[in-house]
C-alpha cells in the first residue's frame, strides 16, 4: 500500500465499496422500466470505480495482479449469482465488469491516481 496519513480510511472504504458490490450483485433487481441493458452500465462504472480505487491505494508493481484479482472477482460474482435463485450470470455482465476495471485501472495509473493522496494529505493539513 501507498504511504497515506489515514491508511485505514482509504483501506476501509475500498472494503465498504466491495462490500456494497457483493450486496447489489446478489440481492437487487433491475427496476421495472429501466432501459435495457442499463445494468451494463452500473457494472461497467462500479468494477471501473473499484479498479481505480485500489490502483490509486497500491504502489505500482501491484496494480495490474489486483486487477486481476478484481477481474476474477467480477466473474465469480456473476457465477455467484446463479446459486441465488434471484439473478442469473450474464457474459456480458462479467465483461462489463472486467472492461470496467481495466478501464479504471488504467485511469488511475495517470495523474489522476493521485487525487486520493491528494485528499489523504489535506485531510491530515485540516486536522492540524
Keep these: 500500500m501507498?504511504?497515506?496519513?489515514?491508511?485505514?480510511l482509504w483501506a476501509g472504504l475500498a472494503a465498504f465499496?466491495?462490500?456494497?458490490?457483493?450486496?447489489?450483485?446478489?440481492?437487487?433487481?433491475?427496476?421495472?422500466?429501466?432501459?435495457?441493458?442499463?445494468?451494463?452500465?452500473?457494472?461497467?462504472?462500479?468494477?471501473?470505480?473499484?479498479g481505480g480505487w485500489f490502483t490509486s491505494m497500491l504502489l505500482r508493481g501491484w496494480h495490474w495482479p489486483v486487477a486481476v484479482c478484481l477481474i476474477l472477482f467480477g466473474c465469480g460474482m456473476e457465477v455467484a449469482q446463479y446459486f441465488t435463485g434471484v439473478r442469473s450470470m450474464d457474459i456480458v455482465d462479467a465483461a462489463a465488469n472486467s472492461i470496467g476495471v481495466i478501464l479504471g485501472t488504467t485511469l488511475a495509473r495517470t495523474r489522476l491516481g493521485d487525487m486520493m493522496g491528494w485528499v489523504d494529505t489535506r485531510l491530515g493539513d485540516a486536522s492540524g
Design 2 to 8: 501507498r504511504t497515506f496519513r489515514y491508511p485505514a
Design 17 to 50: 465499496w466491495m462490500g456494497l458490490i457483493i450486496w447489489g450483485t446478489l440481492t437487487s433487481h433491475v427496476p421495472e422500466g429501466a432501459p435495457p441493458n442499463s445494468d451494463k452500465l452500473i457494472h461497467f462504472v462500479a468494477y471501473g470505480f473499484v
